[in-house]
């Protein structure tokens, strides 16, 4: 039996990503899963925060808001609600931190995709850093083990194309939130499952694709 295929669609500021990301890494050996990390930002800019919150300490204060939700769900209960409410920068979007992650894959494909992604999202939701700042980021890539002149490099010239790659296959699949999965190019799972249901939801897919091995995404 092949592996599953499971594209990640995720954002580096999103708390419920950072909620599934440990439960879809915990059934990958289980379930033979092969994850794909894809890069997808709903605000890419300081002024589609303001157009989506109003303002951007409305944004801060909505979006922790929203953090104490994804505490609660949390398995590891790690998410520093009050450290991040705490600092003096605005709520970032998530476009520097996902051109890191695209930085990581030219450099160390998927597998250091999913090394940036988690390093960012610790630093973002536990350490309450900046990763809106383009020498935060740099720096976390740097203490993640990745050249710095080789991931500054590429993060200035291949990142911006990767990364409107996974934007672009992301809107082909009907991905309007995030976390979102995409499984075996077919199936369409939004939200942050617990772990239990996330098991059964991708065991019920494995066993409709052996009986059915043909299809669209749904």
């Known amino acids: 039996m092949s592996s599953l295929k499971v594209e990640f669609f995720h954002d580096v500021v ?5 909620v599934l990301a440990p439960r879809l890494k915990q059934l990958q050996a289980e379930l033979d899963l092969d994850i794909q990390h894809r890069s997808f930002i709903l605000q ?3 002024e ?6 109003g303002s951007m300490p409305q944004a801060k204060d909505t979006i922790l808001g929203h953090w104490q939700a994804c ?18 920068f605005e709520y970032p979007n998530g476009l520097l931190a996902a051109r890191a992650c695209q930085t990581a894959n030219a450099l160390g494909g998927n597998a250091a995709h999913e090394q940036m992604f988690d390093r960012l999202q610790l630093a973002h939701l536990v350490q309450s850093r900046n990763i809106g700042d383009k020498a935060t980021v740099l720096a976390i890539a740097a203490e993640a083990g990745f050249d710095p002149q080789a991931f500054e490099h590429a993060f200035e010239h291949d990142a911006p194309a990767l990364l409107e790659q996974d934007l672009r296959l992301g809107r082909h699949l009907g991905i309007s939130s995030v976390p979102s999965l995409v499984i075996a190019d077919r199936y369409l799972i939004p939200g942050a499952l617990g772990l239990e249901q996330l098991r059964q939801s991708l065991n019920n897919i494995r066993q409709e694709l052996a009986a059915k091995p043909e299809g669209a995404v749904q």
């Open 71 to 88: 505490a609660r769900a949390e398995d590891e209960k790690r998410i520093n609600i009050e450290g991040m409410r705490q600092q003096p």
């Open 44 to 46: 890419t800019s300081r």
């Open 14 to 18: 999103c708390g419920w990503c950072f």
């Open 48 to 53: 589609a925060m303001i157009e989506r919150f």
